[in-house]
């Protein structure tokens, strides 16, 4: 939208006149009148936000209540529901951090066990939303953002808005690394998992040697699924929970759950899965692909603002890391977004502090 004036003929009630909020369907625009000529008056169109926030995770929420601290007219848009990314993990996780260290806004988190299980985070999250009443606009995604003249225009699937500064919050959980092999396209083949009550009596193949990949393969195996594991490299992942780690390791080499080590899955079919072992190609009995071979955040929507990238291997955005403005003036990074493709850099528990040093970089820039 580049019109940033309009003339309106108001009458006599022009001369005490200042500001308004205009609707011209589907638009709907806050005004300052800016010259008065007679009963007509300029109006220049006001950015209506301070700050928007893209994403009601838990940083995207955090920056929210940073905002709303400070005064500044802010809003949160969010394309699902209430962080939406913890309402997709799978139903019976337990987060790895103790609920202290998840908590935002000053609000205590209480759970039953040290670590919180994604019931009681869902509820958690609820509360801290309702308690510091944020502005938040559920089910609405944004589509594209324009930045010119000093204003961030935003379309979502349902309206526009402006901005003078935006922050993303984006995440990682949308975008699922793709196989890409023949076969993908079934309806056997799933990308996220929730349950295990579904694989019960069935083959399933779990791809990956991460810690999603390791908690399927376990909770699967537990309820009755017979588990086969893909993994490309030579040993389950470092990275993997420590107190889970031997767990795995002893049900792979009591040969409870079968790995194939330094293996690739080459095709998927209705009945069978093909797949290139050290000793050969195997075909192996197949119900249900669970791929477990990780996210990455929407580095499209990320360029298509002109945040330029590092040129390592992970793809990492370019931002001030003392103040989390990206190479774009006003744009902010926060929560796992800031990691690229290492999406295990950044999570709740040391992202949150993103939240006040955007904020307050925000506010000493209003002073100067
Ligand atoms: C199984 C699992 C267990 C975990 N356990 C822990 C733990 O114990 N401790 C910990 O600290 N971290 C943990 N993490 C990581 C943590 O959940 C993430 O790092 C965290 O969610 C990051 O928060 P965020 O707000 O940056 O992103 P997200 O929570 O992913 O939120 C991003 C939001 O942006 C929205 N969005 C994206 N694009 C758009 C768009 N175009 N328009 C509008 N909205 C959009 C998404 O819908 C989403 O709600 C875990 C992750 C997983 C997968």
Known sequence: ?????????????????????????????????????????????????????????????????????????????????????????PLNMTFFSTSEKLEIGGVPFISHGSKPNRAEALEYYRRVASSWELQIKLYEKVESVTNGNGTFEIETSKRNYSSQALILALGFYDLPYLLNIPGEDLPKVRHYYDEPHPYFNQKIVVVGAANSAVDVALETYRKGAEVTMVIRESEI???????????????????????????????????????????????????????????????????????????????????????????????YLAGVVCGGLKTNKWFIENSRVHAELIIETVKQKALH
Not at 15 to 43: D, K, M, N, Q, Y
Not at 297 to 310: A, E, N, R, V, Y
Not at 324 to 329: A, D, K, L, P, T
């Open 1 to 89: 939208m580049e019109e940033h004036f309009f003339l309106i003929n108001l009458g006599k009630k022009s001369s005490f006149l200042f500001e308004c909020h205009i609707r011209i369907a589907p638009l709907e625009l806050s005004c300052t009148a800016e010259v008065l000529i007679g009963e007509w008056v300029i109006f220049k169109k006001m950015q209506e936000y301070d700050i928007v926030i893209i994403g009601a995770g838990p940083i995207g929420l955090a920056c929210g209540i940073e905002a709303k601290k400070a005064g500044l007219r802010y809003l949160i848009i969010e394309k699902g529901c209430l962080v939406n990314s913890l309402y997709h993990y």
């Open 237 to 331: 992942r470092e990275s993997v929970k420590y107190w889970v780690r031997p767990d795995i390791e002893n049900r792979i080499k009591e040969g409870t759950i079968k790995a194939y080590f330094n293996s690739e899955i080459k095709k998927i079919e209705q009945k069978v899965v093909e797949i290139n072992t050290p000793e050969g190609p195997l075909l192996l009995d197949n119900d249900f692909v669970l791929a477990m071979t990780g996210y990455q955040p929407p580095f499209d929507f990320m360029k298509s603002l002109g945040i330029q990238f590092l040129d390592d291997e992970f793809h990492t955005p370019v931002y001030n890391d003392k103040t989390m403005e990206s190479s774009v003036s006003n744009l």
